[in-house]
């Protein structure tokens, strides 16, 4: 969403960039650009009026004129800025003292506030919590019975006492629905309420009355990440109208401007707590400012990724894979392990999410966007076409072999060469890593036995002793040295043998003898 924000920063940073020291002219051009930037990505005009006060100020100040970088610096501030306008610090949930907490939704039909239930109700199972979905949208055509389904896909209970279609009482529903949370044990209630396509007097009565009849612990308000700058309106309105403690984006996978995403919080004083990026039940996660602002300027998101690795792999997989990975050259990682390495992959999300949020991929977007999702699935295809033979023992695969496979999984016979080609060149690699050898190319990884200071000591070892300067002190280290070896050759040989056993007691093998001659 944010990709045509992203580039324009990004022109912008590169012009200051081997500048030893920024002039005034400077900070104006670089502030017009970043006005510019933002107005075209439909940021709300105070917004933007108050975020280049604030980046020039800033630049005129100590921090920029007496840093060796000032690019740099300018970077730093606009970074720190843009956190400051998506909320500052994140906003957690607050969970009522006595169960259950009631959580309302509210927002304007078409927004996502029926997906996001069920969205949100299985991250919540995933925090260890017991939610329950509530429908009172009683007046959108089959509101109720798509909550159900969104229900049963995301693994949570749902509460629906009444066919909806226009029938039922929505406020009688929300205050019955504590009840039966109560004596169901469910900890959380999330309650999904009706919407309208505008702001109008009916919406925002039936929203007070059930906020009245739950008093909820939470009322979020889910807007449209694309619809631009009427977001920010609908978001005063019912601010002014209801009430409502936090923001949660929904479809900010969209290509749209995205703007409204960044003058929300800045505009209404309530956080962006949650984000929705996609159509998936997990494409959803807690809203942080700080790794936003880092995913616009291009830095990424690594704190992200590694919460998704968390959660899709265990450290006791984790620690199995690193030692069949550390084992004699990788030989003990098969084509079974790479298989389930990829399919756990899979399960943190799209590669080409997972790959944009590694940092410096922004100059490579054209690339992750043509990578086909599919081509996991065909691999798939591949080596579950193989014997179980083959998968342990790739070497086995020769060319009557690879045609059998070929036409099991449905490829070129070329595919099934090129794919346990790279398969053996990515275990070689991922062995050098495990075992500190780092990259082909590149100094070893700290903290993983290859990194700078190991191949210091190597060198070191290679050199051997050095000889002292001093004539007096190197003749005592030559007499000191002698002394040892005499020591040695008194207590045993080289090979542990016992003093005088080389040569004279000692027999070779009779398979080593045909090389002495």
Known sequence: MFDTLSDRLANTFKNLRGKGRLSEADIDATAREIRIALLEADVALPVVRAFIANVK???????????????????????????????????????????????????????GKTTLAGKLGRWLGGQGHSPLLVACDLQRP??????????????????????????GDPVQVAKDSIEYARSKQYDVVIVDT??????????????????????????LFVVDAMIGQDAVNTAESFRDGVGF?????????????GGAALSIAHVTGRQIMFASNGEKLDDFDAFHPDRMASRILGMGDVLSLIEKA???????????????????????????????????????????KLLGMLPGMAQMKDQINSIDERDVDRTAAIIKSMTPAERQEPTLINGSRRAR?????????????????????????????????????????????GGPGRQKKQQKQAKGKRKSGNPMKRKADEQAAATRREEAAAQGGAFGLPAGAQGKDFELPDEFKKFMG
């Open 245 to 257: 403690d936090g923001v949660v984006l929904s479809k900010l996978d969209g290509d749209a401007r």
């Open 57 to 111: 100020e800033r630049a005129r100040g100590v921090e920029v004129s007496k840093a060796l970088n000032p690019a740099q610096q300018v970077i730093k501030i606009v970074n720190e800025e843009l956190v400051s306008i998506l909320g500052g610090e994140t906003r957690r949930l607050r969970f009522a003292k006595t169960a259950p907490t009631v959580i309302m939704l509210a927002g304007l039909q078409g927004a």
């Open 142 to 167: 089959n509101a109720v019975n798509q909550l159900s389904v969104v229900a049963e896909r995301a693994g949570v209970a749902v509460y629906a006492p009444q066919p909806g279609n226009g029938v």
């Open 405 to 449: 496979i070929a036409k099991g999984s449905g490829v070129e016979v070329s595919a099934v060469k090129s794919l346990v080609e790279r398969f053996f060149e990515a275990r070689k690699m991922m062995s050098r890593m495990a075992q500190g050898g780092g990259m082909p190319g590149m100094p070893g990884i700290p903290g993983m036995g």
């Open 310 to 352: 968390e959660q899709t792999f265990t450290q006791e997989e984790a620690a199995k894979m690193a030692s069949k990975l550390a084992s004699s050259k990788g030989k003990d990682f098969t084509l079974d392990d790479f298989l389930a390495q990829m399919e756990q992959v899979r399960k943190m999300g799209s590669i080409s």
């Open 194 to 219: 009706a919407g309208r396509l505008g702001i109008d007097q009916e919406l925002m009565r039936q929203a007070a009355d059930i906020r009245d009849a739950v008093s909820p612990d939470e009322i």
